[in-house]
């Protein structure tokens, strides 16, 4: 029996299309601390295989995970022979995480402000990761990526970098767990929030606003059933 075979077995017998589970719930199933890279890095949750045991703990038996969050502790996987199971489940599972999330960050939203009552509109730049005079001309801000990968076109990366023109000079395979194909951008230049009492341009030097986009970003697109893989 393999270390994550509790883990394999219990989605092997587990009746609906998606289960979601806190680190802890996962660690007594396992009988064991998950490693701390797991704890600290998105990517030890990734869907890649290979020689990554634990990665084909679930993908052995036709799971994926769908959404992980290290700072709650919480993780979301669905079943990849699925679509997208029940919508209204999906949904909900997606906005629970996305509250935990946004609670542990400490945004301070109103209740006003949820991300159902309020509107983005996003301008997106698209970067040619090919063409090396693009990149050079890139800003040194903030912004929200959108990367393509060439071994998964059922799913998207989608995350926050401090710096645009660094982050995309320095891409390199392992930072998006396979070969990029292609990307886009927002700056907050880019981004106006919209809602019934006014319209504002987002500032990216406020954490609150960069953060809020990303997760507007991540909930369209899934609820969208495009399955969402976290930058870390």
Not at 65 to 85: E, K, N, Y
Not at 182 to 189: A, I
Request: charged share 25%; aromatic share 6%; net charge neutral.
């Amino acid at each position: 029996m393999g270390k994550y075979q509790t883990l394999t077995d219990h989605l092997a017998k587990h009746g609906d299309g998606e289960w979601s589970a806190s680190f802890d719930d996962i660690e007594a199933l396992l009988g064991f601390s998950l490693p701390r890279s797991a704890v600290q890095h998105r990517t030890w949750w990734a869907n890649s295989g290979g020689t990554q045991v634990h990665q084909n703990a679930w993908l052995s038996v036709g799971w994926r995970v769908a959404d992980v969050d290290p700072v709650t502790r919480l993780v979301r996987f669905h079943r990849a022979d699925i679509q997208s199971g029940d919508a209204r489940k999906r949904s909900s599972a997606a906005a629970e995480i996305t509250r935990k999330r946004s609670s542990a960050r400490g945004m301070r939203l109103r209740r006003s402000d949820s991300l159902q009552q309020l509107a983005l509109t996003l301008d997106w730049q698209i970067v040619d990761l090919a063409d090396r005079k693009a990149k050079k001309n890139l800003l040194s801000k903030p912004a929200i990526l959108q990367i393509k990968r060439s071994d998964d076109e059922q799913s998207l990366v989608v995350g926050q970098v401090e710096d645009l023109k660094g982050f995309i000079g320095a891409l390199k395979l392992e930072a998006v767990g396979s070969m990029a194909t292609s990307c886009k951008y927002v700056h907050d230049s880019h981004v106006v929030f919209r809602s019934h009492t006014t319209d504002r341009m987002a500032d990216f030097q406020n954490p609150d606003d960069l953060d809020l986009v990303e997760l507007f970003v991540q909930t369209g697109l899934r609820m969208a059933g495009v399955e969402v893989l976290i930058l870390t």
